[in-house]
């Protein structure tokens, strides 16, 4: 199969803007979760996915929103961008069947430069 | 909650030592860890996980981590490093808050260095 594919995987963006970045699961898989990886604070939850519906939530504010297709596909938005969201955002994708405990395969994420 | 903390922000070992990395846990219930490697400019590979059963968990290239429950410890292991070991090791634990989702808590990692 197929990996966790990433797209675009680098990206330089100037404060203000918006972006959209976008996750393709493993198929079969159908629970996709974002991270957001810097130096300063290492790996963060940011949401998790599961048939359309956002079932978590880290500690991040309204600027960072998400959704996920019925294809099981996901993207992740973040609005008026701010020089702090420079990072590596990962998405990882389960299939779920053992109830929460199935190991998440990571894609190779996209890196934002926000200028 | 869920957290877990690795000791060391790095490790040196030379190449055909044995290697261990730290990891403790803090948890509420039963406990899901996991072990990742990330190389330069790449995503989380999965090593391995324990869920439940023998303590001893054996995993992706030769790794091989041990669950220590009264010391809430899951440190990670191999009998002999190689020079293409050495990369950022994270260790993670799964919170399943019972609402249905989940999230995954990673330590801060732990850089490990293999001298040839």
């Known amino acids: 199969k197929a990996g966790v594919t990433q797209t675009p995987r680098y990206l330089i963006k100037t404060r203000g803007q918006q972006v959209t970045l976008s996750c393709s699961p493993i198929?079969?898989?159908?629970?996709v979760s974002w991270y957001q990886q810097t130096p300063g604070q290492g790996l963060q939850f940011l949401f998790e996915?599961?048939?359309?519906?956002?079932?978590n939530k880290g500690n991040f504010p309204g600027r960072f929103s998400g959704r996920q297709f019925s294809n099981s596909r996901s993207e992740m938005n973040v609005s008026t961008l701010e020089l702090g969201d420079s990072a590596l955002y990962l998405c990882?994708?389960?299939?779920?069947f053992g109830g929460g405990t199935d190991t998440q395969y990571f894609g190779p994420g996209t890196r934002l430069t926000v200028l | 909650a869920q957290s877990v903390a690795q000791p060391e922000d790095q490790v040196n070992v030379a190449e055909g030592n044995p290697l261990t990395v730290k990891c403790t846990y803090s948890v509420s219930g039963n406990p899901y860890l996991f072990w990742y490697v990330q190389y330069p400019n790449r995503g989380l590979q999965f090593l391995l996980k324990y869920i439940t059963g023998d303590n001893l968990v054996k995993g992706s290239y030769g790794f091989e981590a041990e669950f220590n429950k009264s010391q809430t410890s899951f440190h990670l292991k191999k009998p002999s490093a190689l020079v293409s070991d050495s990369a950022l090791y994270f260790c993670a634990v799964r919170d399943i808050p019972g609402d249905g989702g989940f999230k995954t808590i990673f330590g801060a990692g732990t850089r490990l260095f293999v001298k040839a």
């Open positions: 198929s079969g898989h159908r629970s």
């Open positions: 996915y599961f048939s359309e519906t956002q079932r």
């Open positions: 990882a994708s389960s299939d779920l």
